[in-house]
C-alpha cells in the first residue's frame, strides 16, 4: 500500500464531477442571500448547478416571472463572484418543495414514506397485498378479469363510503378531504 500526500488525494477528490458539482453549488448557497438580498433569498432556494445551469426552487409562479425579468442581473452579480462561470439560471416552483436526494437508497426510502403516509393507502390488513401463491394465475382475459375484481371486492368490502359518490373510500382520503380523491379533484 503506497501512502499519497494529503493535496494529492484532495485533489483527486476536487477533480471527481459530483463533489465539485456539491462544492460549487455550495458555494452559491453562501453568497445568493447576499447577491440576491434577504426578500428574494426567503423566496427561493438554489437546487443544482448543472452543465452550467443554476436550478433555483422559488416559492411561487409570480416570483418566477420577476426573477425571470431579473435572471441576467442575478447571473451577472453570480458570475462576478464566483471562480466558475454560470451560463444560466431556471427558476421554478418545482424546485421549491423538493428535498435534496442524493443517492437511490435515499430517494426509495422517500418514495417509501411518500407512500406509506398517502391518504389513499389501505391500513396494511391483508386486503393492501396482493396474494402471491394462493391460486393458480389466470389464463385467460376474463379469468384475470374475474380475479382482479373479487380481490378488489375483497379490499373495499369494510372501506367507509364517500358522502359524495357513495363509493368505497380509504380512510385516509376521508379524513384529509371529508369525500374520496375523485371528489376531491372535481371540487378543485
Known amino acids: 500500500m503506497t501512502f499519497q500526500s494529503l493535496q494529492r488525494v484532495l485533489g483527486d477528490l476536487d477533480q471527481q464531477s459530483s463533489w465539485r458539482s456539491h462544492r460549487q453549488i455550495q458555494q452559491v448557497l453562501t453568497v445568493w442571500p447576499e447577491l440576491v438580498g434577504p426578500a428574494v433569498a426567503a423566496q427561493t432556494r438554489p437546487w443544482a448547478l448543472q452543465a452550467g445551469v443554476l436550478q433555483v426552487g422559488v416559492s411561487s409562479s409570480p416570483w418566477v416571472q ?23 439560471i431556471r427558476f421554478s416552483t418545482t424546485w421549491w418543495h423538493r428535498r435534496s436526494l442524493h443517492s437511490s437508497a435515499e430517494l426509495q426510502t422517500e418514495s417509501a414514506r411518500v407512500w406509506r403516509e398517502h391518504p389513499s393507502r389501505l391500513d396494511g390488513t391483508a386486503g393492501d397485498r396482493p ?11 376474463e379469468s384475470a378479469f374475474r380475479a382482479w375484481a373479487n380481490q378488489m371486492r375483497s379490499r373495499t368490502a369494510q372501506m367507509p363510503l364517500c358522502p359524495r359518490c357513495q363509493c368505497p373510500t380509504p380512510q385516509g382520503e376521508l379524513e384529509r378531504w371529508s369525500c374520496c380523491g375523485l371528489c376531491a379533484v372535481k371540487q378543485w
Open 131 to 141: 396474494h402471491h401463491g394462493a391460486a393458480a394465475q389466470p389464463t385467460d382475459p
Open 66 to 88: 420577476t426573477l425571470m425579468f431579473e435572471r441576467l442581473h442575478i447571473l451577472e452579480k453570480l458570475n462576478a463572484r464566483l471562480p466558475y462561470r454560470i451560463t444560466d
